[in-house]
């Protein structure tokens, strides 16, 4: 099977460029998801890059759309942290590589706040002032209260005219969270010291004699503002979200390491290797790795036995299959946002919590790279990833408080709130809704091969159609009360 995968690989950074495809050899040039389901925008006739229709669509969708996101957040996905389910057949490595493999594949960029030579300050502004599309608090007027949102970078679709989003990464499942998108990050990711195929890692810092990411060469680091006196930047990987929160930190730093140690151990069988051949040869093999456990391992823990219907045995290599993230994929792949626990647990050699370090809160991880050195290392965080438990994705238990309340409290000017981000980004890429009506009824019930589902008279509950209490009441209350 890793021949097949490495096959694969090999096959697919040689081929030619597919129309708006995973990007392979031209790997500086950004590409757009394709939109599996139907077309919601379409490109103004001013181009995107001047003030786009869609600014008008985004304020009547914010007038006339069923629901403030924050509302159905609130009402709906809100989960305190005390009242989880902890998932007894899936480890928290189940939730972390479900964010890894993500960041393989997509990165919907910000677009520029620069517009007509001014800046739009969506952090500090309501407006609907494009880019802006800020979440507003229901009931309140204060800016301040509001949770800043800027549109994904558009692109326009030359042949259907549908305004697109761009995807800053390539879609491929070929390790660019480890080795970069561009050819530029990626050469900055290497260690140019000697001609041994290796990455770079850390200068500052180790962690118990082994290497640690380099830091990012920024002036004003974002992680910087979660300790004050630490003064520790965020580190650099191959996807900028790198820091985002500790585990996945952990996960970026192993697979350097890996690197690191298949290219010595090449090196070692391999005496006339030159370092270019060494990268190379180390960085097929970790994007073999990496395709091997997500269909071997994730997948299946994810589809369960539709995994075995829905994909069918590898065959070999098929170029005319497009490989371009769809849009909807990147919205439906937030799924494993209800899988996070609100805790992150650090554990000693014996398994038990690390003292004094065990369980940080989860809200005070984000962008927190001085824990890492400061706090015992990645060791301690990939215990707990084998040995605690993923969050149960319940119906009624769907997103953490940290998540929902705090995501990013200490580096924006408030906590903001990732389910009113998942919602309201769906709507900025102008997918349509579960039940959505235009361009026609049930696209994405159709879309998943399920039944047609109508929407109910008024006064009748969602449950005759659902089937699920909970959940039925909780739309109707919302969904009657503010058609
Ligand atoms: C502590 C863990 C995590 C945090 C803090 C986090 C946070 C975020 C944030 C802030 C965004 C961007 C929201 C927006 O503005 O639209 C995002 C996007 C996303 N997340 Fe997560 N996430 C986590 C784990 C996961 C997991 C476990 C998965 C999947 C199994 C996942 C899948 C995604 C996907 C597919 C996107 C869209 C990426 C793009 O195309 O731009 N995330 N996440």
């Not at 969708?61 to 509302?71: E, G, K, N, T």
């Not at 007509?116 to 609907?128: F, G, I």
């Not at 820091?243 to 070692?268: D, P, Q, S, Y």
């Not at 065959?315 to 899988?339: I, M």
Request: charged fraction near 20%.
């Amino acid at each position: 099977m890793v021949e097949d995968l490495e096959r694969t690989l090999w096959e697919s950074s040689s081929m030619s460029q597919l129309p708006g495809g995973g990007v392979s050899r031209d790997m500086s040039r950004l590409s757009s998801m394709t939109r599996g389901l139907g077309p919601q925008a379409v490109c103004s006739i001013l181009g995107v890059n001047r003030r786009p229709l869609f600014s008008f669509l985004g304020f009547l969708a914010m007038m006339f759309l069923p629901a403030q996101v924050r509302s159905v957040s609130n009402e709906i996905v809100a989960t305190s942290n005390e009242d989880i389910t902890e998932d007894q057949e899936r480890s928290l490595a189940f939730m972390h590589w479900g964010q890894w493999v993500d960041h393989d594949m997509d990165l919907a960029p910000m677009t520029q706040t620069s517009i007509d030579n001014k800046q739009v300050e969506c952090d500090t502004s309501c407006n609907y002032a494009p880019p802006c599309f800020p979440i507003k608090t229901p009931g309140s007027r204060s800016p301040a209260s509001a949770c800043p949102f800027i549109w994904t970078a558009p692109a326009c679709n030359p042949t259907t005219y549908v305004r697109e989003q761009l995807n800053a990464i390539t879609s491929y499942l070929d390790a660019s969270m480890v080795y970069g998108s561009e050819e530029a990050l990626a050469r900055s990711l290497r260690n140019h010291s000697n001609d041994l195929g290796l990455m770079a890692l850390n200068q500052d810092f180790t962690d118990h004699g082994l290497g640690l990411l380099p830091f990012e060469n920024k002036t004003k680091s974002l992680c910087l503002y979660t300790n004050k006196t630490a003064n520790i930047p965020c580190f650099q990987g191959g996807d900028k979200r790198a820091t985002e929160n500790l585990g996945l930190t952990a996960m970026h730093t192993m697979f350097v390491r890996e690197h690191n140690r298949l290219a010595t151990e090449l090196k070692r069988m391999n005496p006339h290797w030159g370092g270019e051949k060494l990268y190379q040869e180390a960085r097929k093999i970790v994007d073999a790795e990496n395709q091997v456990i997500t269909f071997r391992d994730y997948l299946p823990l994810v589809l369960g036995n539709e995994f075995y219907k829905q994909l069918p045995l590898y065959t070999g290599y098929n170029e005319s299959v497009d490989p371009t993230v769809a849009n909807v994929f990147s919205l439906a792949f937030r799924f494993g946002h209800g899988s996070i626990p609100p805790l992150v647990p650090r554990l000693d050699e014996n398994f038990k919590p690390l003292a004094p370090f065990f369980s940080a809160p989860l809200h005070l991880t984000f962008c927190a790279s001085w824990r890492i050195p400061m706090e015992g290392g990645i060791d301690p965080l990939v215990r707990g990833i084998l040995a605690d438990h993923s969050k149960l994705m319940k119906q009624n238990q769907m997103m953490v408080e940290e998540l929902q309340e705090r995501l990013f409290e200490q580096t924006e000017h408030i906590g903001l709130d990732l389910a009113s981000l998942n919602l309201q980004r769906g709507r900025d890429h102008g997918l349509p809704g579960r039940e959505s009506t235009a361009p026609s009824p049930n696209y994405q019930r159709s879309f998943c091969r399920l039944q047609r589902m109508y929407r109910p008279p008024r006064n009748q509950k969602f449950s005759k159609y659902t089937q699920i209490y909970y959940l039925s009441h909780l739309f109707t209350h919302i969904y009657t009360r503010l058609w």
